[in-house]
């Protein structure tokens, strides 16, 4: 037998209580606790172990589906995620081939519950009847589809559990990879419930990569290795995945290990996420997409105030909207057995949100009051909202952005024509442009006129204004929706590079980039375009570029303000006071931790003055300084709030820089503050990451200008670290708060006061130290 973690440990005084699984070539595990003890050296004190929780049968849960297999033949592995807590077991049948993959939900009280209640009916029994170890189910049987070249998938082959942010948590994805080097996603719903009969689903192909079109794609060290591949040559023998990065997919093959790096959808995966926090009450609730359906939910408070990381728990989840279904895809598009989540984006009043289905190319925007109106009432009031949470959708649609307060949206709209592998025009849209013929004066198509202007074969950015209905109309019709839709026409856009994506913000950035075909090599700019101060309509057309061209980014943020802007390429943040039509730079910082090879920014947001910043694997926060003042430079202080990294300890216990919290977080995004906490999505739910160092509290308050709060957290500060203190409360622009400070030395003081030039202060200390 072999054995393997299964959860994380829980502290029990000096004892912690582990879970394993040991497998046996029988087809049967069995989950055993164990309790140890560890010397402060880390040494283990001591060491006992129960009898089996539950145990897994393998043929048992599958005794209708490989009646006829042979168990000798038979080939298996095992993969725990303890992210998700779940348990995969993949099974390749040594009589036909067939693979499967069964799912069991980790659920802790579930697993109690069901050692209990058999431990209950084994203690009636006689003494000398052995005991049984209870049976834990499965709640998924999935099967594995034959791939395109005929075969079965191989189980080494074969990957259970792939996470990615454009999965749904609600899904099982599967990485397969075909012995010549193809890959596929394949996916399945996962369902939560352990029943006796657990019916088997045939899982589909979500995606598809040809290893030809692959070596296109490659990098120019990959390629050579890659051009040796053809003929058949390459052989793979087994496919893992990176433990720290699940999108680093490894390949065992018969020429060496081959690192792909899976890039699913994203340019579309920049801005949103897959949860939305929004205020209500003194609290905060949140809105989460679970396949179509839209919940919304209460956050529940940390009772104890401890404000420690972990999964934030919410009650009172309802049902407060149905999305359509995708009828503008096709049958097996619909056919899927989860829908990809959309990314959700607020609108800056906080009236809306939009819901975009980037794999679907369609957007809904949703009235915000209307979904949780259900939440204020109680569950036996059976009235609805008298207004539709449905507002405006569409579909063909590459990118959205919100631009400005007034909720109005741009949408980047496909080219009208494009051309297809043999040089002919398509008309992508139904609307052409026509002309009166000269001669009969009747209206004709002019296609020659189309097809030789290049500005048709480029995207379009089109705007819409979201207008209020009057609230007293809705009450003759509960199907009415809050607000109606404008078209405001198209903006004339900037560059010869066609736009690729859209930033939203105070103003539109739209980001525009081409690519060669040959070398793969892309350039192109970013534009900022808004209405001028003296315009007299809000129509598209009025919209003109401000500020200078900037290289295309991969994340645009502003503050709530409009006064700040964030730009980050690659690795780089770049920091602006946008006053326009100018962009003065007022400072720049490192994206990631050093630990990071090729961190991407996943998302940035202000809050309070106080930029967060998150990677695949960390979180980080950036203040800054007096951003108002033009006579002063603006520093900035960057820290790692978290990351799943190994972390290290502070140097003595009085010190107030903070330490680097360690947790496990994929593709985090921030949300907003709840209870002194930050809050983020991720993709297995929301969690908590603490604020509660006081330096983070320092900063976080004198950037929001609560000076007296702050005061009260300066005071818990050990005079041991005033130096550094005052350096810090000095870059945050308030020098007359740090010469106050108990702890400061006598060097550090008459630094900022020459700095700062503080006379009276300064001639203070130099009559002290004449007189000493």
Known sequence: ????????????????????????????????????????????????????????????????????????????KVKFDSDRSLLYWTIQSGTNGKTHLLVWDWDQEAIEKTSRKKSSKNSNAAAKNPVETPLYRPSNIIELPVLEDGHHPLFTNVVAGIVHPSFSNFSVMILVVSDKGDMYIVGGQRKDGHKKDVPMEEGVVYYKFILSSLKKSANSKALGFLRSTDNGKLKISLATVSRSRPDFIILNTNMGLLVMNLMLDEETLVTGSHHISFPFGRGNGLVTVQDSHIYASIIVDDRNGSNQNGKIEHDNRRLVYDSPPPLHKTVEFQSRPVRMPPRILPSPSGNFLCLFWHQENRY????????????????????????????????????FAWVGDEDVFALLCPPELTKNVNNQIIKKKAVLEVVSSPLTGKRVENDEKTANDPEKFKPTVELKMLIGVNADAAVFNSSVAAATAKHLGSINLRGRHPPSFLFGGPVLCVRSVSQDEDTLQKDGMSHFYCLPLKATNNIASSYISIGPAFPYPDYVVWDDDGLLCAIIVERRIAIYKAQAPNFTLCGTA???????????????????????????????CIFLGDVESDAMICETDTFIL????????????????????????????ILGYNQGSLVVSSTNGVHR?????????????????????????????????????????CRRGYPTLAIKLSGISRQNLVEICQRYEFKEKTDMINQNTSSI
Not at 603 to 619: Q, R
């Open 689 to 729: 990451i603490s604020l509660g160092s006081p330096l983070y509290r320092i900063g976080i308050l004198l950037s929001a200008g609560k000076i007296p709060q702050a005061l009260k957290w300066i005071d818990c500060v050990h005079p041991s670290q005033h130096d550094y203190l005052a350096n810090f409360i």
């Open 1 to 76: 037998s072999s054995s393997s973690s299964s959860s994380s440990s829980s502290a029990l005084g000096n004892m912690e209580t582990i879970q394993i699984a040991t497998i046996c070539a029988s087809g049967t595990a069995y989950i055993w606790e164990l309790q140890v003890s560890f010397q402060a050296s880390g040494k283990v004190d001591s060491f006992k172990i129960r009898s089996p929780l539950v145990k897994l049968e393998l043929y048992r849960a599958m005794k209708q589906h490989l009646s006829f297999s042979s168990k000798t033949m038979d080939k298996f």
């Open 642 to 669: 978290a990351t799943s990294y190994a972390t290290t300890p502070p140097v003595s216990q009085h010190s107030i820089y903070p330490t680097v919290q360690q947790v496990s977080l994929m593709w985090p995004c």
């Open 590 to 620: 490192y994206l990631g931790t050093v630990h990071e090879i090729d961190a991407n920014v996943q998302s940035a947001k202000f809050i309070f003055g106080v930029l967060y910043c998150t990677t695949e694997k960390s979180i980080q």
């Open 364 to 399: 809904e925007i949703l009235h915000v009051e209307s979904l949780i109106d259900s939440l204020r009432k109680s569950h036996k009031d059976t009235d609805e909202s008298r207004l539709s949470p449905a507002v405006d959708s569409g579909f063909d649609v590459l990118s």
